[in-house]
């Protein structure tokens, strides 16, 4: 099944329609500064998910480092929520590893303006 991820907007209870997100691929250099490459951006769906299915499917997923970049603040100003400037959360951003690219990795979002959790779904 490759990379999934999903988001839930914990203020309002409801999945994050409209939330953008964009993928990278991360790696560090050899004088330890890190590079990332982007694989792809999406807007989520209503359901809080990418629209075209995983974000990687398992061909696509290598071992390595990801790193996923939630638009928090945009997302939650296009809701109408009147947030400082600046936001106490602009983006977040999700680094994980992929030890085993034949499994299935789900990294979901559980986010309001003032927090996130995330975890390893199945």
């Known amino acids: 099944m490759g990379l999934s991820t999903h988001v839930l907007d914990t203020m309002h209870g409801c999945p994050a329609g409209g939330m953008a997100v964009a993928l990278y691929r991360t790696q ?3 004088g330890g500064a890190e590079h990332a490459d ?3 951006r999406c ?3 209503a359901d809080g ?6 974000l990687l499917d398992n061909a696509s997923l290598q071992v390595g480092t990801y790193r996923l970049v939630f638009e928090v603040s945009a997302y939650f100003a296009a809701k109408g929520v009147a947030l400082p400037e600046p936001p106490f959360l602009g983006r977040v ?3 994980f590893g992929i030890a085993n690219p034949q499994q299935h ?3 979901p979002l559980l986010v309001s303006p003032w927090s996130y959790s ?3 779904g199945s």
């Open 118 to 120: 995330t975890y390893r």
């Open 28 to 30: 560090s250099t050899a």
């Open 93 to 95: 951003s999700v680094d």
């Open 43 to 45: 807007t989520l769906n």
């Open 105 to 107: 990795y789900h990294v």
């Open 38 to 40: 982007l694989v792809l």
């Open 49 to 54: 998910r990418n629209p075209n299915g995983p």
